[in-house]
Nanobody, 118 residues
Framework: QVQLVESGGGLVQAGGSLRLSCAAS????????MGWYRQAPGKERELVAS???????TYADSVKGRFTISRDNAKNRVYLQMNSLKPEDTAVYYC????????????WGQGTQVTVSS
């Protein structure tokens, strides 16, 4: 059974940095697009960044120039380096992967809280 586990969230002051990690485990044949979403209280879940298997990236306008998504295909991991954090970045961050496995589809992590204090 495929599982995604995130780590790296926490409390940071505005202007600080955090690095989120997400690892997929289980019997995995290949992973296509990986991404990070976030959901703030009272708001809908939104795409933060995504990266294809070949490394093509997409970012939300609100994080361009501050966040960097990367991946390690050999380890089935995705990362989100977050710099110059702002209070409005406070949210639960979820990783997602499109995985080809015995049961294929889009898988999600459990979420990790990021809180940015002003």
């Amino acid at each position: 059974q495929v599982q995604l586990v995130e780590s790296g969230g926490g409390l940071v002051q505005a202007g600080g940095s955090l690095r989120l990690s997400c690892a997929a485990s289980g019997t995995i044949f290949s992973v296509n697009t990986m991404g990070w979403y976030r959901q703030a209280p009272g708001k809908e879940r939104e795409l933060v960044a995504s990266i294809t298997r070949r490394g093509r990236t997409t970012y939300a306008d609100s994080v361009k120039g501050r966040f960097t998504i990367s991946r390690d295909n050999a380890k089935n991991r995705v990362y989100l380096q977050m710099n110059s954090l702002k209070p409005e970045d406070t949210a639960v961050y979820y990783c997602t992967m499109e995985i080809l496995a015995t049961t294929s589809g889009a898988f999600w992590g459990q979420g990790t809280q990021v809180t940015v204090s002003s």
